[in-house]
């Protein structure tokens, strides 16, 4: 059974520019979850998809950043226009069920640098 | 609110040392506890976890224990190899958010 995988594993872009991050989660899999890693701090949690639906995005840090899954499928994470404050490392992460104990696979991240 | 602390690293230790990272966490509730390991060049994997007091997880030779009198859930291991250096991450499931909570994360680095 194939992984959570993300693309692109790195990206470099410019100040202002557009950036999509893709996640795939793995099959059948109904939650999907993005968290940022900034400069070396903690992982933060920034939305958590069921199916298609946002359940929860309190941790987006403001409107430039937009997330979809459609289809309950895929996701993508845009960022426009980017700042240099969102360089960090992107993780994307699903799983089968909801509750306390449930396990979140993590793909193996994006990594985003603002220049 | 919630949080998790680690002991900042790096950690630096040779070949066959006993390896502890501290971690405790504040929390609502009795959440289930997780640390993940990130290896050089990789995603996050997860390494073990516990879901009530008094559980311990254990894998590839690491240990924690749910400690919910002190909201510990220390990592710990007999004999570190090379192959061991890594990022380890604390972290705990926000009941009713679903979401994880991490901590920083420790740099191991296990030499020779």
């Not at chain 1, 872009?13 to 890693?37: A, F, M």
């Not at chain 1, 920034?46 to 899954?69: T, W």
């Not at chain 1, 699903?94 to 994006?110: L, M």
């Not at chain 2, 060049?41 to 400690?67: I, P």
Request: glycine residues 10%; hydrophobic residues 30%; charged residues 20%.
């Amino acid at each position: 059974e194939a992984g959570v995988t993300q693309f692109p594993s790195h990206s470099v872009i410019e100040k202002g520019q557009t950036v999509t991050l893709r996640c795939d989660p793995i099959s059948g899999h109904d939650n999907l979850y993005w968290y940022r890693r900034v400069m070396g701090k903690e992982i933060k949690f920034l939305l958590h998809f069921v199916k298609e639906s946002k359940q929860d995005e309190s941790g987006m840090p403001n409107n430039r950043f937009l997330a979809e899954r459609t289809g309950g499928t895929y996701s993508t994470l845009k960022v426009q226009p980017a700042e240099l404050e969102d360089s960090g490392v992107y993780f994307c992460a699903s799983s089968s069920e909801r509750g306390g104990s449930e396990t979140q696979y993590f793909g193996p991240g994006t990594r985003l640098l603002v220049l | 609110g919630n949080s998790v602390t680690q002991m900042e690293g790096p950690v630096t230790l040779s070949e066959e040392a006993f390896l502890t990272i501290n971690c405790t966490y504040t929390a609502t509730g009795y959440p289930s506890l997780f640390w993940y390991v990130q290896y050089p060049g990789e995603g996050l994997q997860l390494l073990l976890k516990a879901t009530k007091a008094d559980d311990k997880g254990s894998n590839k030779g690491f240990e924690a224990t749910y400690r919910k009198e002190t909201t510990s859930f220390h990592l710990e291991k007999g004999s570190v190899q090379v192959s061991d250096s890594a990022v380890y991450f604390c972290a705990f499931f926000s009941g009713g958010y679903n979401k994880l909570i991490f901590g920083a994360g420790t740099r191991l680095a296990v030499h020779p």
